[in-house]
């Protein structure tokens, strides 16, 4: 299919704080909005953003538009979604300002770019791929909740392979995954 462009998958709706906000005010909205970053805006214009790693470690008090990031990566509305990916993991960052005519028109994030480019999970078995899992273990931290990871190992695995065949042995590992989405969340 045709891959689709920024302004099909960003949220127009945003939180934006102003740059007098604190740090404590900016640490309240994220946690009720349950969002990583936040642009910080005069009127319509993209000043900087503020994320939950800017926060660390800073005084309450302190004033969101001294520690924000500047020098933003930003992208244009009509781009593919591609794009925006390889500027997310060029710059290391999860989600990417959208700016037409020098105005914020919304946030792509990272997550929804790979949800729709369906790198999300293994298409034998469904499960999310390491970098997915890295990601939403990674998301859920930012928004608090505690994070158990388990690794299971199907010992000997290779002999299935060997002696019944690959057909058989895409059979027994999708039956395994089949079990594990649903004992898992």
Same mark, same amino acid.
């Given at each position: ?139 859920? !931290? ?11 190992? !199907? ?16 059979? !027994? ?13």
């Amino acid at each position: 299919g045709d891959v689709k462009t920024v302004r099909q998958l960003m949220r127009p709706e945003m939180i934006t704080l102003p740059r007098d906000a604190s740090v404590a005010a900016a640490m309240r909205a994220m946690l009720e909005h349950r969002v990583g970053a936040i642009p910080v805006v005069e009127g319509h214009r993209i000043l900087g953003i503020i994320t939950t790693r800017d926060l660390l470690g800073q005084a309450l008090y302190r004033l969101v538009g001294d520690i924000m990031s500047t020098g933003l990566a930003t992208i244009g509305p009509d781009e593919p979604i591609t794009t925006a990916y390889q500027i997310m993991e060029a710059r290391d960052v999860n989600q990417l300002p959208v700016i037409e005519h020098g105005e914020l028109i919304g946030l792509v994030t990272r997550l929804e770019i790979l949800q729709e480019l369906g790198k999300l999970t293994d298409p034998l078995t469904g499960l999310p791929w390491p970098g997915t899992l890295r990601q939403r273990a990674a998301e859920l !931290l930012q928004q608090g909740p505690e994070v158990v990871i388990v690794f299971i190992d !199907l010992d000997r695995f290779r002999l299935v392979n060997k002696r019944f065949g690959h057909v058989v042995g895409d059979r !027994l590992i999708t039956a395994v995954a089949a079990y594990l989405l649903r004992a898992t969340d």
